[in-house]
């Protein structure tokens, strides 16, 4: 039992509590926060943006300069982790596992010889966890496909149900991570190569900014939609509307393609041969 | 006492989350655990702060009956806040960031030292 740790836990706690004396009372409609700028967002969203969704409408629109430099900040997390991890000397010489793909027999073949990678009777399988469970296979065969229509569907429908770029990156990711745990790493990297992902997460902030770029450059502010008005043919209004989407679209290149650079390179220390 | 207690009981309940994300960040020797307790000490944040924009008697930030023949004015008491929200997106955004470079940093610690526990790291910087 730690207790200096405690006793600082505690005090930091006491002293938070005695600072929410001075906090307005939960759910008050009248709290400073929900007073100053936040009911002109409320108000004038549909008729300014044309989109619903008012967190969509503020953040792709009214507070659309952070959101940019947020993609920035995922897209460097997926740089980070690439530099810190990614190694391309082989490791030390080990034997691997190769596995019979009709009876099911794993034989292990000793350092520094190796079998044929595209064999048709044999396959490599993880010394870890060597996924060759049918069901698991099967399931996640069938479910991948419309876990993406599942995230495409999210990010499409950003400006009228609770979504968004972000939210459909994710789960655009997470479908490609799940072909991963279900196969092994080597099959994930051969749908959606290394290159491929790195390409997408830094074209995923190219769009976001370009799209901005766009504006300035016919005669507007940075980020603002409605210069794209001439340019799409419809008014200011529905440029806007359509500013957002394009937005969410390089966002969610942009997050899909960074979690799986992230899985990629935790999951197998950087080596990319043998996932979890 | 009870009133205060009513009317503030949301802020306690997540400081006490806060505190708890903290004292694994502090306390624990292993270095997962203390990535664990910063997960919950952000965690902690985001639901904080989503709680301060919820208003009585109000619905999500989705506007209703926006397009139609259905359409009128919008007031802002019957939609919650949804500034709060937005910049939790944010902060959710940069909690798996950091969350991905914390795990990629301890496969480097483990790689060097061979051991994730904080007191057997320290030893081996010691003995150095």
């Given at each position: 039992?730690k207790?200096?740790?405690l006793?600082v836990v ?7 509590i005695f600072?929410?004396d ?7 409609p009248?709290?400073?926060a ?6 002109r967002?409320i108000?004038?969203s549909?008729e300014?943006t044309?989109?619903p969704?008012?967190v969509?409408a503020v953040l ?7 959101t ?8 460097t997390?997926?740089i ?8 391309y000397?082989?490791k030390e010489k080990?034997?691997?596992?190769y596995?019979?793909?009709?009876t099911?027999?794993?034989v292990?073949?000793?350092a ?6 595209a ?6 399988a ?6 060759d469970?049918l069901i698991?296979r099967?399931?996640c065969?069938?479910?991948i496909?419309?876990?993406?229509l599942?995230?495409l569907q ?5 400006h ?6 972000f939210q459909?990156?994710?789960?655009l990711g997470?479908?490609?991570i ?11 990297t051969r749908m959606?190569?290394?290159?491929i ?7 995923g902030?190219?769009v976001?900014?370009?799209i901005?770029?766009?504006c300035?450059?016919?005669g507007h ?5 409605a210069?794209l008005a ?6 200011p209004?529905q440029?806007?509307n359509?500013?957002i989407l394009g937005v969410e ?6 997050v ?6 992230i899985?990629?390179?935790v ?8 996932g979890? | 006492?009870?009133?205060?207690l ?6 306690w309940i997540?400081i006490?989350?806060?505190?708890v994300?903290?004292y ?5 020797n292993?270095?997962v655990k203390?990535?664990?307790?910063m997960?919950?000490f952000?965690t902690?944040i985001i639901?904080?702060f989503?709680s301060?924009g919820a208003?009585q008697?109000?619905t999500?930030?989705?506007l209703?009956?926006?397009h139609?023949?259905e359409?009128?004015?919008?007031r802002?008491?019957?939609?919650i806040?949804?500034?709060p ?7 959710i955004?940069?909690a ?9 940093l301890a ?5 060097r030292?061979?051991?994730l526990?904080?007191?057997e790291?320290?030893t081996?910087?010691?003995e150095?």
């Amino acid at each position: 039992m730690k207790w200096a740790a405690l006793m600082v836990v505690l005090s930091t706690g006491g002293l938070l509590i005695f600072a929410t004396d001075d906090f307005p009372p939960w759910r008050d409609p009248h709290s400073p926060a929900s007073e100053h700028v936040s009911p002109r967002y409320i108000e004038k969203s549909m008729e300014e943006t044309g989109v619903p969704n008012l967190v969509t409408a503020v953040l792709a629109d009214y507070r659309g300069y952070d959101t940019l430099f947020e993609t920035a900040v995922i897209f460097t997390a997926g740089i980070a982790c690439f530099l810190l991890l990614r190694t391309y000397r082989e490791k030390e010489k080990e034997s691997r596992l190769y596995r019979h793909v009709h009876t099911g027999l794993i034989v292990e073949v000793e350092a520094g010889s190796r079998m044929r990678e595209a064999s048709e009777h044999f396959e490599r399988a993880d010394r870890l966890w060597a996924p060759d469970d049918l069901i698991i296979r099967t399931a996640c065969r069938i479910l991948i496909p419309f876990i993406q229509l599942f995230g495409l569907q999210v990010l499409a429908n950003g400006h009228h149900t609770p979504g968004g770029g972000f939210q459909g990156g994710v789960i655009l990711g997470a479908s490609l991570i799940l072909l991963a745990l279900s196969r092994d790493l080597r099959t994930a990297t051969r749908m959606m190569p290394e290159r491929i992902s790195g390409l997408l997460s830094a074209s995923g902030v190219l769009v976001y900014a370009g799209i901005g770029t766009v504006c300035v450059l016919l005669g507007h502010s940075f980020l603002d939609y409605a210069a794209l008005a001439p340019i799409l043919f419809v008014d200011p209004v529905q440029a806007r509307n359509l500013g957002i989407l394009g937005v969410e679209i390089g966002v969610a290149m942009a997050v899909m393609a960074t979690m799986i650079v992230i899985y990629g390179n935790v999951a197998s220390a950087g080596y990319y041969d043998e996932g979890l | 006492m009870i009133s205060t207690l009513i009317a503030k009981y949301n802020y306690w309940i997540y400081i006490t989350l806060m505190m708890v994300g903290m004292y694994a960040m502090i306390a624990k020797n292993n270095l997962v655990k203390k990535i664990i307790g910063m997960n919950v000490f952000q965690t902690a944040i985001i639901l904080f702060f989503v709680s301060i924009g919820a208003k009585q008697d109000a619905t999500i930030p989705v506007l209703e009956h926006s397009h139609g023949p259905e359409a009128h004015t919008v007031r802002a008491l019957d939609y919650i806040n949804p500034l709060p929200h937005v910049l939790m997106l944010t902060a959710i955004v940069v909690a798996v960031a950091t969350l991905g470079v914390a795990l990629a940093l301890a496969v480097k610690v483990f790689n060097r030292y061979h051991t994730l526990e904080e007191d057997e790291i320290l030893t081996q910087i010691r003995e150095e």
